[in-house]
């Protein structure tokens, strides 16, 4: 057991609580609330898990983050809902020219393009859309990330009473009028997080909700004597 127990830490397979990620290990969020909550950001390779209903700001939670690389390797975009277009990305100030998007004709070949994306070596980042990712899938796409030192984000719909995947990182989101609330549900090396507010404010007035002044009613004042 002993012998088991120590070939599966050699293999960085197994957490200790005593370990704390150091910040080289990880790659920024873009918010700063987000990179203390994930003690440094994101993980440098693996698989993001991302469990969100489409539309309520998933994406503008990657802008930040993509558009602070300074790397030349791309990033791809595999199955989006809806159309990304070079306008789109240029009001985000991401170069559409390190951007290739990808519209498979079923489930399968989005799998299979996202693990050649990971394995190539020419890519920083793969944005996949799958809800339906099993086990062992998932486990392809945490390999091919290593290989190719690539990141996998994987947008899914809330799965509510599943099973978990082995990934690095899985956060849910929910919207909110500020921007979004955000749990961190499985961290790889680190515990995870209970729920808090991203506020978005500061980046897209014009997509938050402003609170409502409360309604005060002055009443008259008693006179004395």
């Avoid at 969100?52 to 990657?62: A, D, K, Q, W």
Wanted: charged residues 20%.
């Amino acid at each position: 057991m002993y012998e088991t127990i120590e070939q599966l830490k050699s293999n960085h397979l197994i957490w200790q609580g005593a370990h704390t990620p150091i910040s080289g290990e990880h790659l920024s969020t873009g918010f700063d609330t987000l990179d203390q909550k994930l003690e440094g950001g994101y993980p440098k390779h693996g698989v993001v898990e991302i469990q969100s209903l489409s539309g309520i700001g998933e994406l503008r939670l990657m802008f930040p983050h993509i558009r602070q690389s300074n790397s030349q390797r791309l990033t791809v975009f595999i199955q989006p809902p809806g159309n990304l277009c070079a306008e789109q990305l240029e009001a985000e100030q991401v170069d559409h020219g390190k951007v290739l998007i990808i519209y498979p004709e079923t489930p399968q070949h989005a799998l299979w393009a996202a693990e050649q994306c990971l394995k190539s070596g020419a890519c920083e980042q793969v944005l996949l859309w799958h809800s339906d990712l099993e086990v062992h899938q998932a486990r392809r796409l945490q390999v091919a990330s290593e290989e190719g030192d690539c990141l996998q984000f994987i947008f899914r719909h809330p799965q509510e009473g599943r099973f978990s995947l082995p990934v690095s990182l899985s956060m849910t989101l929910s919207p909110h009028r500020h921007g979004l609330e955000v749990t961190v549900t499985k961290r790889k090396g680190g515990w995870p997080q209970g729920s808090f507010i991203l506020h978005m404010d500061h980046l897209w007035p014009s997509l938050t909700l402003v609170q409502d002044s409360p309604v005060v009613v002055p009443f008259p004042l008693l006179k004395q004597g």
